[in-house]
């Protein structure tokens, strides 16, 4: 928010209302529904268990495609990263 000269402007980057949204979804869910359960004294939850909070976390893996677009070298490391832990998922197999 502080590189916006206007803040009003940061309404306007849809990155921004997506981490916004994302930030405001996990304090729903982690603060304000710890509060409803405990006050209405429901042992299992919610009804519902309200599952489709979390499957928003994962929207935030998208964040980390805007940065592979923006860095291709980045790509080549994760891919990297990718077939190197197959060799060392089999060794350590092999030391267990």
Do not use: H, N, Q
């Not at 805007?66 to 990297?80: Q, S, T």
């Amino acid at each position: 928010l502080m590189s916006f000269e206007r803040k009003r402007d940061g309404l306007r980057d849809g990155w921004f209302v997506f981490d916004g949204l994302l930030v405001s979804l996990m304090v729903l869910e982690t603060w304000l529904l710890t509060v409803v359960i405990l006050a209405t004294g429901l042992k299992d939850g919610l009804p519902g268990g309200m599952p489709i909070l979390r499957l928003f976390r994962l929207l935030r893996l998208s964040r980390m495609m805007r940065l592979l677009r923006a860095f291709p070298e980045l790509l080549i490391l994760v891919k990297g990263m990718a077939s190197a832990s197959k060799s060392v998922f089999y060794v350590m197999c092999l030391l267990v």
